[in-house]
């Protein structure tokens, strides 16, 4: 088992929250379809504000972790 750490720069608050409305991955569509438009709007208002006030209004950098195992039977 290893666990691999990087960091993901996005150019801006808005950027993240808009690319992950536009079906960033199938969990997050999944997401997305469960809550529908008006609180996934909501949700991603409140990310960009959170990232906005932690960043300003720069660039985001986030970093993300990975648990990366193989295993043989």
Same mark, same amino acid.
């Given at each position: 088992m290893?666990?691999?750490t990087r960091?993901? %720069?996005?150019?801006?608050p %808005?950027?993240?929250a808009?690319? *992950?409305?536009a079906?960033?991955?199938?969990? *997050?569509?999944? *997401?997305?379809e469960?809550l529908?438009?008006?609180?996934t709007?909501?949700?991603?208002?409140? *990310? +960009?504000a959170?990232?906005?006030? %932690?960043?300003?209004?720069?660039?985001?950098?986030l970093?993300?972790?990975?648990? +990366?195992?193989?295993?043989?039977?």
């Amino acid at each position: 088992m290893e666990t691999l750490t990087r960091n993901w %720069e996005v150019p801006s608050p %808005e950027w993240l929250a808009e690319n *992950l409305a536009a079906g960033f991955s199938p969990a *997050l569509t999944f *997401l997305c379809e469960g809550l529908g438009p008006e609180r996934t709007r909501r949700a991603l208002d409140a *990310l +960009v504000a959170q990232l906005r006030e %932690e960043f300003g209004g720069k660039g985001v950098q986030l970093s993300c972790e990975a648990h +990366v195992g193989l295993g043989t039977k």
